[in-house]
């Protein structure tokens, strides 16, 4: 319970870290001098160094053990807010790629933690008991970050949740002996910075389940990083009202974790779960980008809630099975290969939904496109992972 409560923690803060940007898009736009709907851009960058430091987390891991390596991504995510918020291009730039090389370790550091304490028949579960730290960042983004901005400006809010990360980084130093072992770093692991990513290439299973995460990534950042600015221009709906409109999203997003790991422990296969998430959010993403200023504030909330509910679910079922996967004392490393192919979609994603947006002025057809592929990503691990009534064998 300890090493879950931390590796939430940790989670949680560095994803509000990365999620605060683009609730303060428009706010900080004017002062930065380009159009919101850039923060896709700006997300690309972070996860372009997501994935070089995603790729080297199991070379780290070997180095350092895995909690001393969450305590440096808090502190590097931290920097580079702080760096963003001096609102100058370069220095923007710069914070964007630290703020994504201290976000691409933390689930690999998490799942070695995780993985040797937590029961077959539990995983799936306690994976995404863990992975509910993204919605609840992006949550804590939405309900705290948007207020402080209209209280204090959005620099003071940005250097705001930059202080709380610190401070987590701080708080967790007891721990170290506990948890920061090094022990069961497996040679696949200390092997290379890359050689996370080529288990994954060369494992079918693994390379199906890291090339369906690329779309199901795509569509929760584009959710993430457009859905206020989305709100606010196109709805025309208030800025602190956009945010509780992304916090419920989020929330969705953290019962669908919990809720859907539990069915793949219990009911169903891990493929068949992300297939179904596929699906759904293909949908749901769909409906919200029919969203207008006609629409009632309730069926923004339904809709927005559907796409959080699936959008935001497969994180915690696609580890846990991507740990499963992986050689014994290589759940990092895999995890650490998988996510540099999944942020991929991150990546390529919201920078893909940015251009449309900017090209054809129509945030429906940005929606449809990220829809596509989330549905093609469901049909591709239909038949991933053992069926649920084998997975305590």
Not at 1 to 13: D, E, F, G, K, P
Not at 119 to 136: A, E, N, W, Y
Not at 243 to 261: D, E, Y
Request: glycine share 12%; charged share 10%; proline share 5%.
């Amino acid at each position: 319970m300890l090493a879950l409560i931390a590796t939430l923690a940790v989670q949680a803060l560095v994803s509000m870290t990365v999620l605060t940007p683009p609730v303060l898009a428009a706010l900080a736009a004017p002062d930065i001098g380009v159009a919101s709907e850039r923060i896709g851009l700006f997300t690309a960058l972070v996860y372009a160094g997501a994935i070089l430091s995603s790729a080297g987390s199991g070379a780290l891991l070997a180095r350092i053990g895995p909690l001393r390596l969450s305590q440096w991504c808090l502190a590097v995510c931290a920097a580079g807010m702080a760096v963003a918020s001096l609102a100058i291009l370069p220095a923007i730039v710069l914070g964007a790629v630290l703020m994504g090389l201290g976000y691409g370790p933390v689930t690999p550091a998490s799942s070695h933690i995780l993985i040797r304490q937590t029961p077959p028949d539990r995983r799936s579960l306690v994976f995404s008991l863990k992975q509910t730290g993204v919605p609840v960042g992006g949550a804590l983004a939405g309900f705290i970050a948007a207020p402080l901005a209209l209280m204090i400006g959005w620099r003071g809010a940005a250097l705001a949740v930059a202080g709380a990360s610190l401070a987590l980084a701080l708080a967790v130093e007891p721990m170290r002996s506990r948890f920061d072992s090094r022990d069961n770093v497996g040679p696949v692991a200390a092997r290379s910075p890359l050689a996370g990513i080529r288990l994954v290439l060369r494992t079918p299973t693994l390379r199906r389940l890291a090339l369906s995460s690329t779309t199901f990534a795509a569509t929760q950042l584009s959710l993430a990083t457009f859905l206020v600015t989305f709100l606010t221009e196109r709805a025309g709906m208030p800025l602190v009202t956009a945010g509780i409109v992304m916090a419920v999203a989020q929330g969705a997003g953290i019962v669908g974790r919990i809720l859907l790991g539990w069915v793949a422990d219990r009911f169903l296969r891990a493929g068949r779960v992300l297939a179904l998430l596929g699906i759904g959010m293909a949908a749901a993403s769909v409906a919200t980008g029919l969203i207008s200023s006609a629409w009632p504030l309730p069926s923004i909330f339904a809709a927005t809630a559907m796409l959080g509910l699936t959008g935001l679910s497969w994180n915690g079922v696609y580890l846990a099975e991507v740990a499963a996967i992986a050689p014994s004392g290589a759940a990092g490393a895999a995890t650490g290969g998988a996510l540099s192919v999944t942020f991929l979609g991150i990546v390529l994603g919201p920078a893909l939904f940015s251009a449309v947006v900017s090209l054809s002025g129509s945030y429906t057809l940005g929606f449809a496109i990220v829809a596509a592929g989330a549905f093609l990503g469901g049909l591709r691990v239909w038949n991933v992972g053992r069926p649920a009534s084998l997975r305590s064998a």
